[in-house]
C-alpha cells in the first residue's frame, strides 16, 4: 500500500463550482497536512497548511484533517478558471531538527472550464 | 519575498554527458532539496542538505551527486546523463523549524538525448 494516495483525475468543473480534492494515507504519525498547487511548467506552491485534525479556511479555500479516517481534503468554492492546476497534497510525520521529508500524493490534475 | 532560482528552464543534453543544475536560494534555509517529477509517478526525492557540505540520500539517489559549498547553493551532478533521467528536475528549501514548508524553485525540465 502507497503511504499517499490521490486520485490523478483529470477532474473537469464549470466554473463556479465547488471543488472537492482528497487524499488519503496510511502512516498515522504524519501530523502535517499542506496542498500544493502546481501551474503547468512551473514548480509546486504552497497554499495551505494544517497540523493535526480539524479545518482551516483561507478565503475560497478550505482543508480539512480527519486523522481518524486518515483522509485529507481540500475544497475551492466559487472555482476560477485562473485555479486550473495540478495539486499535490504533502504530509510529513512531525516537526522539529532531524525530520526533512514530506511525502507527497501524485497530484489531481483540476480544470475549471469557463 | 520568498525565492529559489534555477539556473536553466530547459537544457538539452547528449547521453554520456555530465550535467550541473543548479539551485540558489535567498533566504537563508538551512534545508534544501532536490526533487525529479515524472508523468504517473509524482515527486521524488533524490538528495537533500540540511547543512552546508552536509547531505543525505533521498528514495532515488543512484546515477546522481549533489555539492552544497555555501548555504544558498545547491548543486545536482548527473555524472553521465542517460535518457532515463530525461525529467522535470524540482529544487526546493526550508527552514529546520519550519521544514515542512518547502518552498520550489521554477523547475529545470532536462532532455537526454
Known amino acids: 500500500q502507497k503511504e499517499v494516495e490521490q486520485d490523478p483525475g483529470p477532474l473537469s468543473v464549470p466554473e463556479g463550482a465547488i471543488v472537492s480534492l482528497n487524499c488519503t494515507y496510511s502512516n498515522s504519525a504524519f501530523q502535517y497536512f499542506m496542498w500544493y498547487r502546481q501551474y503547468s511548467r512551473k514548480g509546486p506552491e504552497l497554499l495551505m497548511y494544517t497540523y493535526s485534525s480539524g479545518n482551516k479556511e483561507d478565503g475560497r479555500f478550505t482543508a480539512q484533517v480527519d486523522k481518524s479516517s486518515k483522509y485529507i481534503s481540500l475544497f475551492i468554492r466559487d472555482s476560477q478558471p485562473s485555479d486550473s492546476a495540478t495539486y499535490l497534497c504533502a504530509m510529513s510525520p512531525y516537526s522539529g531538527a532531524g525530520s526533512y521529508q514530506l511525502t507527497f500524493g501524485k497530484g489531481t490534475k483540476l480544470s475549471v472550464i469557463p | 519575498d520568498v525565492k529559489v532560482t534555477q539556473s536553466s528552464r530547459y537544457l538539452v543534453k547528449r547521453t554520456g554527458e555530465k550535467v550541473f543544475l543548479e539551485c540558489v536560494q535567498d533566504?537563508?534555509?538551512?534545508?534544501m532539496f532536490w526533487y525529479r517529477q515524472d508523468p504517473g509517478l509524482g515527486l521524488r526525492l533524490i538528495y537533500f542538505?540540511?547543512?552546508?557540505?552536509?547531505?543525505e540520500k533521498g528514495d532515488i539517489p543512484e546515477g546522481y551527486s549533489v555539492s552544497r559549498e555555501k548555504k544558498e547553493r545547491f548543486s545536482l551532478i548527473l555524472e553521465s546523463a542517460s535518457t532515463n533521467q530525461t525529467s522535470m528536475y524540482l529544487c526546493a528549501s526550508s527552514l529546520p523549524t519550519y521544514q515542512e514548508t518547502q518552498y520550489f524553485g521554477p523547475g529545470t525540465r532536462l532532455l537526454v538525448l
Open positions: 542538505s540540511y547543512d552546508v557540505k552536509m547531505k
Open positions: 533566504m537563508d534555509h538551512e534545508n
